[in-house]
């Protein structure tokens, strides 16, 4: 359940989609692979899939290059990959096929639980249905590495939540190598044990959900205190009715000494933390 990538580059024309990125995730584990948009996630999602090659580096899925071993990976993304005339009922049967260790029963419940009639062409489908169609192949797979991009377009918020709760119950049953890419990052943050931020096609930032939590704060208080806190400058800093307040992030900042200082502190959302990561990493640049 490993995933490694080594100086992966790709480019589409002149555009460099992936920049010599290098990561390794090693499951079982639901990790996150986030990013701004355009920052490269789907290339890179699409390559451990083996739907598209790179140009130059090398990854190595589970021991094998990806489209040597395509069946031990899961790809659910947002477009939906299903042929638009199949039926319900014809997609969950493809994929039964397709996968090696499919589970019929479990897709049969995931069915009746997001309410999908099994009759129902996948073109007929309303894009909240589509998105429940993809969680269910991706979920029924078992396949030992399973991707999720963007997989919850057009799912409502009780839908979606229905989705995480699954994703926990069937990483309990079952533990594999999750990797969901989203926008939606606050509402799915709780999900990931680590993190990967990729930007401009390199990766920023590869951390275990816990330490990125201990790490990253806000300091708020009077400007000189919060100045005087640390000599390194913090990621974003802004002042609001006399106080300042900075986000930080690194070994190199202390919680605990901040409030020591009577400074008030408190977590950021990951979502925060990626812009102003993301912002750092183009000197500004929104
Ligand atoms: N088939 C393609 N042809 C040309 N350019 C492409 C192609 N696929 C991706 N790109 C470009 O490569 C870059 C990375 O795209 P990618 O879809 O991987 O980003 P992403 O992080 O998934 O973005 P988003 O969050 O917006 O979906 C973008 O600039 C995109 O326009």
Do not use: P, Q, R
């Given at each position: 359940m490993n995933v490694q990538f080594d100086h992966v580059t790709k480019t589409f024309g002149a555009h460099m989609a992936l920049n010599r990125l290098s990561f390794t995730m090693k499951g079982p584990k639901i990790v996150g692979m986030l990013g701004r948009n355009g920052a490269g996630k789907t290339t890179a999602?699409?390559?451990?899939?083996g739907c598209i090659f790179p140009n130059d580096g090398s990854i190595d899925v589970n021991g094998y290059p990806p489209a040597t071993k395509q069946s031990s990976v899961c790809l659910i993304n947002e477009s939906g990959n299903f042929n638009k005339e199949f039926t319900?009922?014809?997609t969950v049967k493809s994929a039964s096929?397709?996968?090696p260790n499919w589970d019929q029963k479990r897709a049969d419940e995931l069915i009746s639980l997001f309410q999908l009639k099994r009759s129902k062409k996948v073109k007929s489908l309303?894009?909240?249905m589509e998105s429940a169609l993809g969680i269910i192949v991706g979920l029924a797979s078992y396949s030992p590495v399973t991707i999720f991009d963007e997989p919850y377009i057009g799912l409502d918020a009780a839908f979606r939540s229905r989705f995480y709760d699954l994703l926990i119950e069937e990483f309990e049953r079952e533990p594999r190598l999750f990797i969901l890419s989203t926008h939606l990052i606050d509402e799915a943050a709780k999900l990931f044990e680590e993190i990967f931020i990729i930007h401009d096609g390199s990766l920023i930032l590869h951390?275990?959900?816990?330490?990125l939590r201990e790490e990253s704060f806000s300091v708020t208080g009077a400007k000189k205190d919060v100045m005087e806190l640390n000599g390194k400058s913090p990621l974003h800093r802004k002042e609001f009715a006399g106080r300042t307040t900075a986000y930080v992030f690194g070994p190199e900042w202390n919680r605990?000494?901040?409030?020591?200082h009577l400074l008030e502190t408190s977590a950021i959302p990951i979502q925060e933390l990626m812009v102003h990561l993301t912002n750092s990493h183009t000197g500004g640049r929104k």
């Open positions: 999602l699409n390559m451990i899939a319900v009922k014809d096929l397709f996968y309303s894009k909240g951390k275990d959900a816990e330490t605990h000494e901040a409030e020591l």
